[in-house]
């Protein structure tokens, strides 16, 4: 589309008027140490996002429990930097599979 001209499709327009708004204001003008000067930067418009009871609470049991074990990482670390981590190769092709199996599964349904 060339500056000036309408836009061919209806959806177009309200497109564009979103890029607009979309945009980030310009940013104000630094100081040599590094502290912007200028008034304080206005909120940029959005939509307002309310977070129900029941997502708050798998986020905090999300973070309650931990996703690794840092000592098995700790000692997986110190085996790999001696050089006696060994790779087993049916346990990695078991995970795959089953991996592979539950994703399949959830998606037929």
């Known amino acids: 589309m060339k500056i000036g001209q309408q ?9 564009t008027g979103q890029a607009k708004q ?8 630094a100081t ?3 502290v912007a000067t200028g008034t304080a930067a206005a909120p940029a418009p959005g939509v307002p ?19 690794f074990d840092t000592k098995k990482v700790a000692a997986v670390r110190a085996a790999i930097e001696k050089g006696t981590f060994t790779v087993s190769a049916g ?5 795959l ?3 592979a199996q539950e994703i399949f599964s959830r998606s037929r349904g």
Request: hydrophobic share 45%; glycine share 8%; no cysteine.
């Open 7 to 15: 836009p061919e499709l209806p959806g177009a327009l309200s497109q």
């Open 22 to 29: 979309a945009k980030a204001p310009a940013a104000a003008p």
């Open 32 to 34: 040599p140490q590094g």
């Open 49 to 67: 996002v309310t977070v129900s009871t029941a997502a708050r609470a798998l986020d905090q049991t999300g973070r309650a429990s931990g996703d």
């Open 91 to 95: 346990a990695i092709a078991d995970k």
């Open 97 to 99: 599979l089953a991996n």
